[in-house]
């Protein structure tokens, strides 16, 4: 069974860092695009960051530019975002995602669980 467990999330002060981290059981997603989106209270679900399959393109929603990076490790089964500069709007859960091998496009067929990230003002 292909999970993806998300950790990492807390509640910290506005303008400090959080890392989060997303690790794959199951199976390697070594060839797979995979994605960051959140979640606030009360909006709906929405796309943060992503990097393609081959790893050589990353995208980010204007928001977060400049202050969140999204990563893989070499061995490629474990997805990071670092989030720096935080602020009060990016409290939200949040949570990985990754496509089947070998697509940039299209839906996201795998997804943790979620965690929370709490920045207070």
């Known amino acids: 069974q292909v999970q993806l467990v998300e950790s990492g999330g807390g509640l910290v002060q506005a303008g400090g860092s959080l890392r989060l981290s997303c690790a794959a059981s199951g199976r390697t997603f070594r060839n797979n695009a995979m994605g960051w989106f959140r979640q606030a209270p009360g909006k709906e679900r929405e796309f943060v960051a992503n990097i393609t399959w081959s790893g050589r393109d990353t995208y980010y929603v204007d928001s977060v530019k400049g202050r969140f990076t999204i990563s893989k490790d070499n061995a490629e089964t474990t997805l990071y975002l670092q989030m720096n500069s935080l602020k009060p709007e990016d409290t939200a859960v949040y949570y990985c995602?990754?496509?089947?091998?070998?697509?940039?496009?299209?839906?996201?067929?795998?997804w943790g669980q979620g965690a929370q990230v709490t920045v207070s003002s």
């Open positions: 995602a990754a496509k089947k091998a070998y697509v940039d496009y299209g839906a996201y067929d795998y």
